[in-house]
T-cell receptor, first 109, second 114 residues
Framework: GQSLEQPSEVTAVEGAIVQINCTYQ??????LSWYQQHDGGAPTFLSY????GLEETGRFSSFLSRSDSYGYLLLQELQMKDSASYFC??????????FGSGTQLTVLP | NAGVTQTPKFQVLKTGQSMTLQCAQD?????MSWYRQDPGMGLRLIHY???????DQGEVPNGYNVSRSTTEDFPLRLLSAAPSQTSVYFC?????????????FGEGSWLTVV
């Protein structure tokens, strides 16, 4: 079947680095995306990996290994405002996204 | 530029009532979709469309209908509301014209069925 697995919760302190892992199982693969969602808000796009390797966007980076069916989101220099839920997702052939269940990140002062 | 607009933002329905959640976009995106998100859960795809006149089912389509008569609008109809449909509903759009895989979400519609 098709699925994505990610940890349900991660806690880190302000200024630290945190990595959120995602493993997936899918019959067709069109890349791995990451979305951020604050409480009561809409998901917003963070990053997308179509190929193996690291994509960097400011303090956020995302990594993909297609041979391992694995990816991660790396958040550096954590700030309080980074406390949110983070979802990995993969698209189908028509861009319809399947989401993981989300990782709740809590940043402590 | 409004982006993706969902209405209503909040709605309370009685079991058995029907209603339509509206989604409008002004970005000329081909792709539109509806997700539901239950408390503490991820987003589950209900229906999606790759262009006007074309719709397809997602992971949880039962109890919902959609149509796509124009590029801009993608309404979601609840035929006979049930308490299990209490959720937050998100409309999301995307384009095939550029590279990448970004989809853009509306602000959500909070639906309670009593």
């Amino acid at each position: 079947g098709q699925s994505l697995e990610q940890p349900s919760e991660v806690t880190a302190v302000e200024g630290a680095i945190v990595q959120i892992n995602c493993t997936y199982q899918t019959s067709g693969f069109y890349g791995l995306s990451w979305y951020q969602q604050h409480d009561g808000g809409a998901p917003t796009f963070l990053s997308y990996n179509a190929l193996d390797g690291l994509e960097e966007t400011g303090r956020f980076s995302s990594f993909l290994s297609r041979s391992d069916s694995y990816g991660y989101l790396l958040l550096q220099e954590l700030q309080m405002k980074d406390s949110a839920s983070y979802f990995c997702a993969y698209p189908g052939s028509a861009r319809q996204l399947t989401f993981g269940s989300g990782t709740q990140l809590t940043v402590l002062p | 530029n409004a982006g993706v607009t969902q209405t209503p933002k909040f709605q309370v329905l009685k079991t058995g009532q029907s209603m339509t959640l509206q989604c409008a976009q002004d970005m000329n995106h081909e792709y539109m979709s509806w997700y539901r998100q239950d408390p503490g859960m991820g987003l589950r795809l209900i229906h999606y469309s790759v262009g006007a006149g074309i719709t397809d089912q997602g992971e949880v389509p039962n109890g919902y209908n959609v149509s796509r008569s124009t590029t801009e609008d993608f309404p979601l109809r609840l035929l006979s509301a049930a308490p299990s449909q209490t959720s937050v509903y998100f409309c999301a759009t995307g384009t095939y014209q550029t590279g990448g895989n970004t989809i853009y979400f509306g602000e959500g519609s909070w639906l309670t069925v009593v």
